[in-house]
């Protein structure tokens, strides 16, 4: 859906996807990606941040491409 530009579309499968599994880094990257295109700054920008925390250990950050 993000890649489609249905960003509404987007942003409930990765609410679903986080309802499963809170931490997933992948799901909250999209989420805040969705929410940025939406100009829901406020929870993009608390979406993006609990996504910093969840993939600080990992080797490399996320892009769009991954999803």
Excluded: V
Excluded at 4 to 25: C, I, V, W
Excluded at 38 to 66: G, R
Aim: hydrophobic share 35%.
């Amino acid at each position: 859906y993000l890649r489609n530009g249905k960003y509404a579309d987007a942003e409930s499968a990765f609410r679903e996807s986080l309802q499963m599994y809170p931490k997933n880094g992948e799901a909250l990257f999209g989420l805040s990606e969705a929410l940025k295109h939406q100009n829901k700054n406020e929870e993009a920008a608390q979406t993006q941040s609990a996504y910093e925390t969840a993939w600080k250990q990992a080797d490399k950050p996320i892009t769009l491409t991954d999803l």
